[in-house]
């Protein structure tokens, strides 16, 4: 069973702060994704990375997936309060496995 | 169009009532998943449709039901729930090709009393 540590659990920080949350696994995925969810909304895909050392740049969202393609993190600069959810990372692989997904890092971002 | 539409949006139920969620997307998604989430926890598979047959059923009570009429809609079908099936049902849908991500709708916040 493939597995996915995602931390920290909980962030709380003020506006204007950077943070980094971490996807962690021993497995290897073929994909890693980015989700980001509001309280009482479905999650919201933010990013797809499929090669391993890829970083993709959403404003002030950085996404990168390991070398190894076991792991993965989501760096935002300058949080605002808009940035505040639950962020999602989920393992993907070919064909049509569901993915795994990690228990979520839920942000609040404080004005 | 580019979502995945969940009606109802709010649902209130007795332990014998019987009633059933609706997933629809037009996106030409041959796969289609029902999740349900409790609070602060990740989505959990419930079932998937793989080109509208059920392909994986996670070991999902029988009083959950689901079905596939047709590639654009998703029925959950749900019968003599207990208080703790509480939770938001969430619908997805995937374009094929393992890269892609899912496109998920709002949900069903369910209540059982």
């Known amino acids: 069973t493939q597995l996915l540590e995602q931390s920290p659990q909980f962030l709380s920080i003020q506006e204007g702060e950077n943070l980094t949350v971490y996807c962690n696994s021993s497995?290897?995925?073929?994909?890693l994704q980015w989700y980001r969810q509001e309280p009482g909304e479905g999650p919201v895909l933010l990013v797809t990375?499929?090669?391993?050392?890829e970083v993709k740049k959403l404003k002030r969202l950085t996404f990168q997936f390991g070398d190894a393609r076991k792991d993965s993190s989501l760096h935002i600069t300058a949080a605002q309060p808009g940035d505040t959810g639950l962020y999602l990372c989920?393992?993907?692989?070919?064909?049509?496995?569901?993915?795994?997904f990690g228990k979520g890092t839920r942000l609040s971002v404080i004005a | 169009d580019t979502e995945v539409t969940q009606t109802p949006k709010h649902l209130v139920m007795g332990m014998t009532n019987k009633k059933s969620l609706k997933c629809e997307q037009h996106?030409?998604?041959?796969?289609m998943y029902w999740y349900k989430q409790k609070a602060k926890k990740p989505p959990e598979l419930m079932f998937v449709?793989?080109?509208?047959?059920?392909?994986i059923n996670e070991s999902v009570p029988s009083r959950f039901s689901p079905e596939c009429p047709n590639s654009s809609l998703l029925n959950l079908h749900l019968h003599a729930l207990q208080p703790e099936d509480s939770a938001l049902y969430l619908c997805?849908?995937?374009?094929?090709?393992?890269?892609?991500?899912?496109?998920f709708g709002s949900g069903t916040r369910l209540t059982v009393v």
């Open positions: 997805a849908s995937r374009s094929e090709g393992w890269e892609y991500g899912y496109t």
């Open positions: 497995s290897v995925f073929s994909s």
């Open positions: 990375v499929v090669t391993g050392g």
């Open positions: 989920a393992g993907g692989n070919s064909g049509n496995t569901p993915l795994v």
């Open positions: 996106m030409g998604h041959r796969a």
């Open positions: 449709y793989s080109y509208e047959k059920l392909s």
